[in-house]
């Protein structure tokens, strides 16, 4: 049991730590801008969205690689790649060094999260699994709540200490991997690996995310996606080992998962980022400042979390996640229909960042849990990227909403945006039901 335990912790600690490295560069947004005049708010935004798409794109494809070579391996590779790349992002002389230091940021981190996920569900007993996986993503909410903390604390000194700190946690988070992590690799893997459909892939994806955050040849990285989309469909539809599997779609939760995180995931990303420059920009919070009045909200994430394992004993998952897309919907409302430009945190922020708080933790974990729970463990590690492949999109997605509804200053529409988002994800999280519930013939 105390082995279990370590993995675990291993395991949650090195997605944790991307994680937080992605809520501490919200914080940092302001600051970084500064170190760095002359550039727009989109172009700034890159800092986001330039982790984002290279690791929506590159995630199905290194967790395929994963189920092949072996899940440790890609584990620890992706491991000391993040870490590597947030020393050079620390060292960035220009906004356009950093954009690229955070993409190969996100090359480490698309490596390392869906194999963590992998390697702990095959390093756990059956019955503990889905539990397991509930701490596993809510690993990933504390990250969005000490973020904004931790980061508020690191840019006093300096923003670029928010990548320096990764660097001695990943060291750690390496050799803990190999010496206390066993490897998983599939019994059977197949000898021909998919590249022309994770070449496809990729370009599709990073070019429908370039789309969606970028003003100037959307039209173009549009046509480029459609066309790249429709390639790997077809050899999808021809491969005999395609990259993913299309039997994975035919598991009721895993499919509705996908639809229901990439929505949620575009309303959480947004409500978050715009909940932070109204702070900064609005009520001239500090760094420190905004990272402690975001907190409380986050903070109700893993606690929901945790507890919304009880719950399912109860509820089915689906009704469960809705009701955490509501939560989240009725906090953003709270906040559009509260806050004024004369700061009242207690009174205008506090009740609707608790409630959305509460409903995030509700949501993520159950969305997650589902999609996992009926797929093959040989196909754990690409399950899992592709449900963190539409998560990320979902994330480009909100950055970009942010960046064109922001355009004429316009808070309070953004608000609504984000609360429209969350409902449609309820009737979509409609369709997640518990494994105990169905009988459903895994692909093979």
């Given amino acids: 049991m105390q082995r279990q335990s370590q993995i675990l912790a291993i395991l949650c600690g090195a997605p944790f730590l991307a994680g937080l490295d992605l809520f501490v560069v919200n914080v940092a947004f302001t600051d970084i801008g500064a170190s760095f005049p002359g550039h727009s708010l989109g172009t700034q935004s890159w800092i986001l969205s330039g982790y984002a798409i290279a690791y929506a794109a590159l995630l199905v494809p290194a967790g395929r690689l994963a189920d092949r070579i072996g899940n440790r391996p890609a584990f620890v590779a992706g491991l000391v790649i993040f870490t590597a790349a947030s020393a050079a992002a620390a060292a960035s002389p220009t906004l356009g060094a950093l954009i690229g230091f955070r993409v190969l940021q996100a090359v480490g981190a698309a490596a390392l999260t869906p194999t963590s996920l992998g390697l702990l569900i095959h390093a756990v007993p059956a019955e503990r699994r889905a539990f397991s996986v509930r701490i596993w993503a809510a690993t990933n909410a504390l990250a969005a709540a000490l973020g904004p903390v931790v980061g508020g604390f690191l840019v006093e000194l300096s923003w670029r200490w928010i990548f320096l700190i990764n660097v001695p946690l990943g060291v750690v988070l390496v050799f803990a991997a190999l010496r206390r992590v066993p490897d998983y690799r599939v019994p059977d893997p197949e000898r021909v690996l998919d590249l022309r459909g994770a070449a496809l892939l990729t370009v599709g994806v990073g070019a429908l995310a370039f789309a969606l955050v970028e003003d100037s040849n959307r039209l173009l990285a549009f046509a480029v996606a459609a066309v790249a989309l429709a390639g ?203 494994a105990r519930h169905l009988a459903v013939h895994a692909p093979r």
Wanted: charged share 5%.
């Fill in 232 to 434: 790997f469909a077809v050899n999808t539809a021809r491969h005999r080992a395609p990259l993913i599997d299309p039997a994975l779609f035919q598991v009721r939760t895993f499919a509705w998962a996908n639809i229901a995180i990439l929505i949620f995931s575009a309303s959480f990303a947004a409500g978050l980022l715009v909940g932070i420059l109204y702070l900064q920009n609005v009520w001239g919070y500090s760094a420190i400042r905004t990272g402690l009045a975001i907190a409380p909200g986050p903070l109700m994430v893993p606690l929901f979390a945790l507890g919304g394992a009880a719950l399912t004993k109860r509820w089915p998952a689906g009704w469960l996640a809705a009701v955490g897309c509501v939560l989240w919907a009725l906090g953003s409302v709270l906040l559009l229909t509260s806050v004024s430009p004369e700061p009242s945190y207690v009174a205008d922020v506090l009740p609707g960042w608790l409630i959305g708080g509460i409903g995030v933790g509700l949501t993520l974990p159950t969305i997650l849990a589902s999609a996992t729970a009926q797929l093959p463990p040989a196909r754990s590690a690409t399950g899992s990227a592709v449900v963190n492949m539409s998560r990320q999109i979902g994330t480009v997605l909100g950055v970009s909403i942010v960046v064109a509804v922001l355009g004429d200053g316009s808070f309070v529409r953004t608000w609504w945006v984000i609360a429209v988002l969350a409902l449609v994800a309820a009737v979509a999280s409609l369709g997640l039901t518990p």
